[in-house]
T-cell receptor, first 112, second 110 residues
Framework: SQTIHQWPATLVQPVGSPLSLECTVE??????LYWYRQAAGRGLQLLFY??????ISSEVPQNLSASRPQDRQFILSSKKLLLSDSGFYLC???????????FGSGTQLSVL | SQQGEEDPQALSIQEGENATMNCSYK?????LQWYRQNSGRGLVHLIL?????REKHSGRLRVTLDTSKKSSSLLITASRAADTASYFC??????????FGTGTRLQVFP
């Protein structure tokens, strides 16, 4: 069966510090991978998506970047965090376009 | 904006009542999906309905899609306190990405 792992669950970082959030998928190959961010009590904002290794599409110009070094690994990074980067970050995967998404458990990031 | 818009933003009902949430969008889609999110958790997929379908059922859930009106509705029948959550519609707009709406917060009182 397929599983998605996202860590850490919570993270408190000072402004200006770097960030690395990792997401891995098991039990499938060549998944579509997604990073979303959710502000408190709000909807999901698509940040990045990837349909293959090294293929990253950015949806929102921002202080963040994403990489897909391996087929089932998706990493969200920042060189210098801003206060506005705080939020709930969710990784997700799907088998293909037109298919449902499977979400990780999320990372609550607080930038202080 | 391509984002879907849910209506209402919040809904409070008693157990046993039905809950109806609506989603509207602006451009053509290939499919529309509904998800549920419990507070502080990841989203869970509920139903996917394709553009050539008009209605789908899953247990107590019923989803309709009207592509001419660019709208969809999610009906939860005989609601339970455990149905308390936020519900989101998501659309693909014929692309590789899935764009989520703003969500409806449902509160079911015992």
């Amino acid at each position: 069966s397929q599983t998605i792992h996202q860590w850490p669950a919570t993270l408190v970082q000072p402004v200006g510090s770097p960030l690395s959030l990792e997401c891995t998928v098991e039990g499938t190959s060549n998944p579509n991978l997604y990073w979303y961010r959710q502000a408190a009590g709000r909807g999901l904002q698509l940040l990045f998506y990837s349909v293959g290794i090294g293929q990253i599409s950015s949806e929102v110009p921002q202080n963040l970047s994403a990489s897909r070094p391996q087929d089932r690994q998706f990493i969200l990074s920042s060189k210098k965090l801003l206060l506005s980067d705080s939020g709930f970050y969710l990784c997700a995967w799907s088998r293909d376009r037109d298919e449902k998404l499977f979400f990780g458990s999320g990372t609550q990031l607080s930038v202080l | 904006s391509q984002q879907g818009e849910e209506d209402p933003q919040a809904l409070s009902i008693q157990e046993g009542e039905n809950a109806t949430m609506n989603c509207s969008y602006k451009t053509s889609i290939n499919n529309l999906q509904w998800y549920r999110q419990n507070s502080g958790r990841g989203l869970v997929h509920l139903i996917l309905i394709r553009s050539n379908e008009r209605e789908k059922h899953s247990g107590r859930l019923r989803v309709t899609l009207d592509t001419s009106k660019k709208s969809s509705s999610l009906l939860i029948t005989a609601s339970r306190a455990a149905d308390t959550a936020s519900y989101f519609c998501a659309t693909d707009f014929n692309t590789d990405k899935l764009i989520f709406g703003t969500g409806t917060r449902l509160q079911v009182f015992p």
